[in-house]
């Protein structure tokens, strides 16, 4: 059965191993990837003629696959081959196809099946151009497997000049290339096909939507959360994230901030005054610093004295830039950073993980720190100690505006102080809510804006 999980190439190439061990051949999974990829292009061509670039590999044995299916169907179907193929499934491909090539073709569907999971360098030149006037001579294009010219593990584009796919029909199981900047922004519309790999427990997944539940009928302020927010030098951010979380979940929130009270909306509770004393409260169920904390000594002594209450947190911003081994020593509650690109090549500073592929660098924090990273961006990954991470699928572009972090933290550590979850899930949950807020917000929000929209998307998540 498909699954979400995301598979590295040579976890993939183990997962086809493990199939041809157990009876199957390339051919007979050559067979049925072609198949299902041809069924999504039957699909997009509606009738229109298709052109299909073939390479040397097994991608290119799949075009032959799809050429033929598709030509027995009653399609036009082109070939352009500017390698004859080099494994044995794709000659058989071709030879069970039994047509004559082309040199060029133009108008319908163009397949790009030139190079999979098998692309071991960038497009020369003379093929970086023939693919993009291909791409440019015709009304749609299809990537099978993944669009030629991408690192299928780093997502690396490889080549300057690539086209933009309407669709990418992926074999199998997801690459991290599918869901990564910058190789995710040329895949368009993205499917799988099934071809029986198995479920690997080892392997990366693509994030699921969390279901969440409303509060039980007997609930109370405190029963929901009790959330601190701990800011600075900034109380904007703070107040932000302290909004945000009073719409995710959590029953009561108090912002630690020097917030003048015209930036306060009233249903939130501001203390001025005693952070030891609102911090032995023993009702709280969770703690948020770092948005709007500055980077001073004394945002740093502030961050210290957080993080020693040993209580589940949520470290964010400035605190990312402050944290260090020392301040997480014998801590046992869950921890979870929300890093941006900055934070997370800060933290890997700190914490020794740096030069180490994004994926690498998420799952190597979450180890040093004991902490669930979640490492925000337009391609934004979980990591957890001792589990493969999770990504999420692509949230709106508009979340690229200033404050909609704090609003990210804040509902993270909201979610947190109602506390159904694992850490991991807690912060999955976080993502969801802000991923939906934006959605629902449409264009050109601000992170203020966002805020209306929480409610809403908490709706689409029961
Ligand atoms: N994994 C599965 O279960 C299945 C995968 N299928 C499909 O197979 C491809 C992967 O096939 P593979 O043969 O390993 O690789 P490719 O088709 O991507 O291409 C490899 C050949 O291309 C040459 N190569 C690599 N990079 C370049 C380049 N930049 N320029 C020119 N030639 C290049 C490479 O030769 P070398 O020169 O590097 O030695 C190979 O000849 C996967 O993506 C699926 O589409 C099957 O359907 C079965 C199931
Ligand atoms: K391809």
Redesign the pocket.
Known sequence: MASNQILTVSQ??A??QA?VDAGET?ST??E???AGAADWIWRVAAGRAVTILC????????GY?IARVLAARGLTVRVIAP?SP??P??RAAREAWGGEPVETAKGGVFVD????????????QV?ETRLCELAAAHDLCVA???P??ID?DSGEV?NDTLPIYDLTIA??AWKFAHWMMPAMQLMGERRLVD?G?AFDWDAAQLAERPVLSPPEADAHKYSRGLLAVVGGEMPGAGVLAASAAMRGGAGYVKLYAGAEPGLVPPDLVVVHDGLDELLADERIAALLVGPGLGRSEEARARLAFVLGCDLPTVCDADALHLLTADMLEGRLSPLIVTPHAGELDALGHTFGSVGLDRVEQVSDLAEALEAVVVAKGPDTMLGAPGTPVVVMPPASAWLSTAGTGDVLAGLIASRLAVGMDSPLGIALEGCWLHREAARLAGPAFSAGDLLDHIPDAYGVLL
Request: aromatic share 4%.
């Open positions: 993939m190439q997962a086809e199939l390339v999974l050559m049925r990837a072609g390479g040397p590999g097994n991608n290119g044995g799949d696959v390698f080099k494994t499934a794709a099946c030139l190079f999979g999971s098998g692309l071991a360098r960038a497009l020369d093929l099978v497997d993944v030629s010219g299928c490889l074999l199998g071809i790999v």
